[in-house]
């Protein structure tokens, strides 16, 4: 008996399952799937890369990129306003523009830096961003642990969106009390206490309920040129009447001052006439004439003030030959301007016109010459030498030993001549940078012209003139001449000029020699050689704040002995990140070993013969002392070590003073203020 399934008919389905014979198949080309599969991958990667090249550069809350180590290297857009007066500065030696943006998202601030050419650039064209501004500005982020900044791309990244001025109304204030911040305004009055200070003139106006602060920040100087020096001067007298208008700031988000945007905002009026005064009765009854201008005589005896003090302390005494000396405050581009220190010197009579700020302040705003004395001619830089304080000075066909320039970019040229003695020539930023000359190198012959001075323990010619230096002669620079070698080699090369690569390792300072030495060792960290070099060399090459343990470096010097070579320039070859450490690690770590320490909180502070010691903490519980010696706290732009409780950063080296565990900051960057 047959079985159901072979009674049963098998579907169209079966039959096609089991039988494929019974049916002929479609042919396909697969080479002709394959061109298909290769054009559709084609142009999937050209559609991505059109949608990349095409679509809108992302707009970035400030939130987002906080602590977001993924956004490092990003390239994006900002929105927001800047929230503080834009700083201009030199690092490096180069020009460097800071602006601070918010976007309230939280409040977080975002710093945003410009460097040359851009910053050239940017103050050429006269498009800087400034505080009240709402401003879109393409950056590329950096991110450091919880700490983010940015650096701006290009000149036609910066959009400013909205600007506070006329159009908000501009109206006049004789007080700032409850005025907002960002808010456009004016004022009218006298001058009263002008002074410099890190961000550029700060003054007061009087008016008739008190007195508005007003700052003309230092990027103006750099915007206009020459242009605002008259103003400047003028200002820095005091007495003056102004008409000031500007976008309201909150110094530290409690002291409100107009910041002045543009030159055009500052109108100078006519100074009221003076009466005339002896300049002994001006001298002991400086208080009857408080407020007041007068017009007085006296004979110019030297300059009192420190290389970047402005205005500067001028000593004058009367005319009548009783020796009555006084102090005449008078500015920099005055002083410049009516004291040429190649054809007049000390005991010059000047008809003085002042302004009597207080019992002990009396500022120069006029001052021309009725009897003209000619400066002190040295002879010798010994002859030079033995002069006193503010005398000026001439000194010709002196020989450079020896020239750097400093991070902020003043010049430090060290001179001699046969005599075998030698005198440092310095020359503050603020004029070198208008001299129109690269700094004059070693071997060179030049003639100065400055005042006498004395820095510490160093004996200065300090040129305030951009006519103060004259390079006689400048030989070529010599053509490079290192032979490259492995770091181990070094021994075998005493007198030579070498070229090698190695580790940066340690920092050791002799202060007998005042010398620092960097400990640089081999790949595998078993062969070290000690580079000598200046402090300029070592922050603008090796700065703990921008430079980490263990970076590789190339080092270019003589080989002075088995494990010494004298340092001539460098180069970082591959930088590492700064060693981030605790204060308890940084404790533990050896001497010399460059570091940073994050988030610190100030316990203590002191300040000995201009350096400051500065005790810190952190949630380790540990406590290091902090030493910033007087050299590097003259370029951080303050005046007192911060308060207990302040937050702070802190890089630099370990070492060790007379069993004090201490971290040594040695550059202007390696010591900021967080909170």
Same mark, same amino acid.
């Given at each position: 008996?047959?079985?159901?399934?072979?009674?049963?008919?098998?579907?169209?389905?079966?039959?096609?399952?089991?039988?494929?014979?019974?049916?002929?198949?479609?042919?396909?080309?697969?080479?002709?799937?394959?061109?298909?599969?290769?054009?559709?991958?084609?142009?999937?990667?050209?559609?991505?890369?059109?949608?990349?090249?095409?679509?809108?550069?992302?707009?970035?809350?400030?939130?987002?990129?906080?602590?977001?180590?993924?956004?490092?290297?990003?390239?994006?857009?900002?929105?927001?306003?800047?929230?503080?007066?834009?700083?201009?500065?030199?690092?490096?030696?180069?020009?460097?523009?800071?602006?601070?943006?918010?976007?309230?998202?939280?409040?977080?601030?975002?710093?945003?830096?410009?460097?040359?050419?851009? *910053?050239?650039?940017?103050?050429?064209?006269?498009?800087?961003?400034?505080?009240?501004?709402?401003?879109?500005?393409?950056?590329?982020?950096?991110?450091?642990?919880?700490?983010?900044?940015?650096?701006?791309?290009?000149?036609?990244?910066?959009?400013?969106?909205?600007?506070?001025?006329?159009?908000?109304?501009? @109206?006049?204030?004789?007080?700032?009390?409850?005025?907002?911040?960002?808010?456009?305004?004016?004022?009218?009055?006298?001058?009263?206490?002008?002074?410099? %200070?890190?961000?550029?003139?700060?003054?007061?106006?009087?008016?008739?309920?008190?007195?508005?602060?007003?700052?003309?920040?230092? /990027?103006?100087?750099?915007?206009?040129?020459?242009?605002?020096?008259?103003?400047?001067?003028?200002?820095?007298?005091?007495?003056?009447?102004?008409?000031?208008?500007?976008?309201?700031?909150?110094?530290?988000?409690?002291?409100?001052?107009?910041?002045?945007?543009?030159?055009?905002?500052?109108?100078?009026?006519?100074?009221?006439?003076?009466?005339?005064?002896?300049?002994?009765?001006?001298?002991?009854?400086?208080?009857?004439?408080?407020?007041?201008?007068?017009?007085?005589?006296?004979?110019?005896?030297?300059?009192?003030?420190?290389?970047?003090?402005?205005?500067?302390?001028?000593?004058?005494?009367?005319?009548?030959?009783?020796?009555?000396?006084?102090?005449?405050?008078?500015?920099?581009?005055?002083?410049?301007? %009516?004291?040429?220190?190649?054809?007049?010197?000390?005991?010059?009579?000047?008809?003085?016109?002042?302004?009597?700020?207080?019992?002990?302040?009396?500022?120069?705003?006029?001052?021309?010459?009725?009897?003209?004395?000619?400066?002190?001619?040295?002879?010798?830089?010994?002859?030079?030498?033995?002069?006193?304080?503010?005398? /000026?000075?001439?000194?010709?066909?002196?020989?450079?030993?020896?020239?750097?320039?400093?991070?902020?970019?003043?010049?430090?040229?060290?001179?001699?001549?046969?005599?075998?003695?030698?005198?440092?020539?310095?020359?503050?930023?603020?004029? *070198?940078?208008?001299?129109?000359?690269?700094?004059?190198?070693?071997?060179?012959?030049?003639?100065? *012209?400055?005042?006498?001075?004395?820095?510490?323990?160093?004996?200065?010619?300090?040129?305030?003139?951009?006519?103060?230096?004259?390079?006689?002669?400048?030989?070529?620079?010599?053509?490079?001449?290192?032979?490259?070698?492995?770091?181990?080699?070094?021994?075998?090369?005493?007198?030579?000029? %070498?070229?090698?690569?190695?580790?940066?390792?340690?920092?050791?300072?002799?202060?007998?020699?005042?010398?620092?030495?960097?400990?640089?060792?081999?790949?595998?960290?078993?062969?070290?050689?000690?580079?000598?070099?200046?402090?300029?060399?070592?922050?603008?090459?090796?700065?703990?704040?921008?430079?980490?343990?263990?970076?590789?470096?190339?080092?270019?010097?003589?080989?002075?002995?088995?494990?010494?070579?004298?340092?001539?320039?460098?180069?970082?070859?591959?930088?590492?990140?700064?060693?981030?450490?605790?204060?308890?690690?940084?404790?533990?770590?050896?001497?010399?070993?460059?570091?940073?320490?994050?988030?610190?909180?100030?316990?203590?502070?002191?300040?000995?013969?201009?350096?400051?010691?500065?005790?810190?903490?952190?949630?380790?519980?540990? /406590?290091?002392?902090?030493?910033?010696?007087?050299?590097?706290?003259?370029?951080?732009?303050?005046?007192?070590?911060?308060?207990?409780?302040?937050?702070?950063? @802190?890089?630099?080296?370990?070492?060790?003073?007379?069993?004090?565990?201490?971290?040594?900051?040695?550059?202007?960057?390696?010591?900021?203020?967080?909170?």
């Amino acid at each position: 008996m047959a079985s159901t399934s072979e009674s049963r008919e098998y579907s169209e389905i079966e039959k096609y399952l089991y039988y494929p014979e019974t049916e002929e198949r479609r042919l396909y080309n697969v080479g002709f799937l394959k061109i298909i599969a290769v054009v559709l991958v084609i142009a999937s990667v050209v559609g991505v890369f059109a949608a990349a090249r095409y679509s809108p550069i992302p707009v970035v809350r400030i939130s987002d990129v906080q602590g977001n180590v993924l956004m490092n290297y990003a390239t994006f857009y900002v929105e927001g306003v800047v929230v503080e007066p834009p700083r201009v500065d030199y690092s490096g030696g180069k020009l460097r523009i800071t602006l601070t943006v918010n976007d309230n998202s939280p409040p977080v601030s975002l710093p945003v830096y410009a460097y040359d050419p851009l *910053a050239s650039e940017m103050i050429e064209a006269r498009k800087i961003p400034f505080i009240g501004d709402r401003v879109r500005l393409l950056v590329q982020l950096r991110v450091r642990e919880d700490f983010a900044y940015a650096y701006l791309q290009d000149l036609r990244g910066i959009e400013i969106l909205e600007r506070p001025g006329r159009g908000d109304g501009g @109206v006049y204030v004789d007080s700032l009390e409850g005025v907002a911040e960002y808010s456009y305004v004016c004022v009218k009055g006298l001058v009263k206490s002008p002074r410099n %200070v890190s961000a550029g003139l700060l003054f007061d106006v009087a008016t008739s309920r008190g007195a508005v602060t007003v700052l003309i920040p230092t /990027i103006v100087n750099h915007v206009y040129g020459g242009d605002v020096a008259p103003v400047i001067s003028t200002i820095s007298a005091g007495g003056v009447p102004v008409d000031v208008c500007g976008v309201v700031y909150y110094y530290r988000g409690t002291s409100p001052e107009i910041v002045v945007r543009e030159l055009e905002d500052i109108s100078v009026g006519v100074i009221p006439a003076a009466e005339t005064v002896g300049f002994g009765d001006l001298v002991f009854n400086t208080a009857l004439y408080e407020g007041q201008t007068v017009k007085t005589q006296a004979r110019f005896l030297g300059v009192y003030c420190e290389a970047f003090d402005d205005p500067c302390r001028l000593v004058f005494e009367d005319v009548e030959g009783q020796g009555i000396t006084g102090d005449i405050m008078m500015p920099r581009t005055l002083m410049a301007a %009516v004291i040429d220190p190649w054809t007049m010197g000390s005991g010059t009579v000047f008809n003085l016109t002042v302004n009597v700020v207080n019992s002990t302040y009396i500022a120069a705003y006029g001052a021309d010459p009725v009897e003209v004395k000619p400066p002190f001619e040295a002879r010798s830089v010994e002859e030079a030498l033995s002069q006193e304080r503010g005398k /000026i000075i001439v000194l010709k066909n002196v020989s450079v030993l020896s020239s750097s320039v400093t991070s902020g970019g003043s010049w430090r040229i060290y001179v001699t001549d046969p005599s075998g003695f030698n005198i440092l020539v310095f020359v503050p930023s603020t004029v *070198a940078t208008s001299m129109g000359f690269d700094i004059p190198s070693q071997g060179s012959y030049i003639s100065v *012209a400055g005042y006498r001075h004395v820095y510490g323990s160093t004996d200065e010619i300090v040129v305030y003139t951009v006519n103060g230096v004259v390079v006689e002669t400048a030989p070529p620079p010599p053509p490079p001449a290192f032979l490259e070698i492995d770091i181990k080699s070094v021994p075998g090369y005493v007198g030579r000029n %070498v070229s090698f690569t190695g580790l940066f390792y340690a920092i050791r300072y002799d202060s007998s020699l005042r010398i620092y030495y960097v400990e640089v060792r081999s790949s595998d960290e078993e062969f070290a050689v000690n580079i000598s070099m200046k402090r300029e060399q070592l922050i603008s090459f090796l700065d703990p704040a921008l430079v980490g343990w263990k970076s590789l470096i190339r080092i270019n010097g003589t080989v002075k002995s088995a494990n010494l070579v004298e340092y001539v320039y460098g180069e970082v070859v591959q930088l590492r990140d700064p060693l981030k450490v605790t204060v308890q690690e940084a404790l533990g770590l050896p001497l010399g070993r460059p570091l940073v320490v994050l988030n610190a909180t100030v316990v203590s502070s002191r300040v000995l013969s201009g350096s400051w010691e500065i005790n810190i903490t952190d949630s380790t519980g540990a /406590i290091i002392t902090v030493f910033i010696p007087s050299s590097t706290v003259s370029e951080l732009g303050m005046t007192s070590p911060p308060p207990s409780g302040a937050v702070v950063r @802190v890089a630099g080296y370990r070492d060790v003073y007379a069993a004090k565990q201490e971290i040594v900051v040695i550059s202007k960057n390696s010591f900021t203020i967080l909170g």
